[in-house]
């Protein structure tokens, strides 16, 4: 089992990237993908805490975009944090 969209405390989740891992070790999972909303922040902590524990970790991201009828979210996966040009995109929608 895998879970593709996990929040942390670095958006609206109420628990640490690292203790997200130790959650969904602790039921069985074997990969998470971090997709917090509008930032990587987490995605170091989460990294180390998955290869600690064995389990595929996949550096994710949320998007926020504005649409005519609202607000419409687009997860991204296996994200460079250090890419200059997405972290500029998450810094301006933030």
Known sequence: ?????IHSTFSDGSLTPAELVEHGA?????????????TTAGLPQFMAACREKGMAGI????????????TMHVLGYHVDR?????EGVLEQIR
């Open 1 to 5: 089992m895998i879970d593709l969209h």
């Open 59 to 70: 550096p994710g991201v949320e998007i926020s975009a504005d649409i005519s009828k609202g």
């Open 82 to 86: 250090n890419s200059r040009e997405l």
């Open 26 to 38: 602790g039921i069985g999972l074997k990969g998470m993908a971090l997709t917090d909303h509008d």
